[in-house]
């Protein structure tokens, strides 16, 4: 028998139609099977567990279809330690059974990180290696020396702390400075307007310190915003470097910022850029590097 008359026997199509039907099935039991293990079709809207505890997520909405990973821990004064800060995906997000879930929870105690040498270093130095690292200025003090604006000493609690000690990260720095030759004065930078962490920046770049601080209307930190300061600092004052500025806040959710700004003569300076404002007030009298 031909190749020919094979392959157009009634026996061969048969096999044929039998190997082209067995193979549709197994593809068909394939594709049912793999769209049951995979959940196909079946989405879920995924909760919001921030401030839940891992033991009540097993109770909560879907808890028994996902799995739920830490994957980071971070110190909240704020929160409540063991509960959740943040998830991923996102609450809202459409998510499959068995989907993992990844949380960052609130430890009862902050990271600790070395402290770093200041020593020597300028003030804008200094503050930029204090950021990195995870620490705050608490104070400046100012003592007679001629390296003006140079670290001269690095203190925790009122106490030196020696470059390499373990420190809770976001503990409060205080600075010893020099004052340089002679008792210099500076201009208070214009504030009107600033959020609070830029107005406490610009306070310390200008070799000042944060006074008290008064809330008017709201402690969203999120909106407030620097109203007045006392001493003024739209007059020109000066004050001896490491003098203390009360700041006045207010919240811009419930007053016109802007409208209060333009009614300053230096609308146009204060419109720059933060950073721009700050050199401004503070070169002419202090030299920072």
């Known amino acids: 028998m031909s190749l020919r008359q094979f392959l157009i026997s009634t026996k061969f199509l048969k096999h044929l139609g039998i190997a082209v039907l067995a193979a549709f099935i197994v593809l068909l ?4 099977i793999l769209k049951i293990y ?28 996902l799995e739920f990973i830490i994957n980071d821990s971070v110190y909240d004064e704020q ?4 509960t959740i800060l943040e998830q991923n995906p996102l609450p809202n997000s459409k998510v499959k059974e068995g989907r993992k879930i990844y949380l960052t929870i609130v430890t009862e105690t902050p990271e600790k990180v070395k402290m770093p040498n200041l ?20 104070k400046l003090k100012y ?36 004052k340089g030759r002679e008792n210099k004065m500076v201009n208070i930078p214009f504030l009107i307007g600033l959020k609070q962490e830029e ?42 470097i490491g003098s203390y500025i009360d700041l006045y806040f207010r919240s811009d959710k419930n007053f016109d910022f802007q409208k209060l700004i333009n009614s300053f003569t230096i609308q146009d300076t204060i419109q720059m850029d933060s950073t721009l404002i700050k050199d401004e007030f503070f070169e002419e009298d202090i030299e920072l590097e």
């Open 29 to 32: 039991l394939t594709m049912q």
């Open 38 to 65: 995979t959940h196909h079709g079946e989405e879920y809207t995924l909760p919001d567990y921030k401030g839940l505890t891992m033991q009540e997520l097993d109770e909560y909405k879907l808890g028994s279809k």
């Open 79 to 82: 929160k409540e330690p063991g």
């Open 119 to 138: 020593k020597d270093l300028s003030l804008r130095q200094s503050m930029s290696l204090l950021e990195t690292y995870g620490l705050e200025i608490n």
């Open 143 to 178: 003592k007679k020396d001629i390296a003006r604006n140079a670290v001269l000493q690095q203190k925790h609690n009122d106490t030196i702390i020696e470059p390499g000690s373990k420190i809770y990260k976001g503990a409060e720095i205080d600075l010893v400075l020099g």
């Open 199 to 240: 107005a406490m920046r610009t306070l310390y770049t200008n070799s000042l310190n944060v006074g008290e601080q008064y809330f008017l209307d709201s402690e969203d930190t999120s909106h407030l915003r620097v109203y007045s300061t006392e001493p003024g600092c739209t007059e020109n004052n000066r004050v001896k």
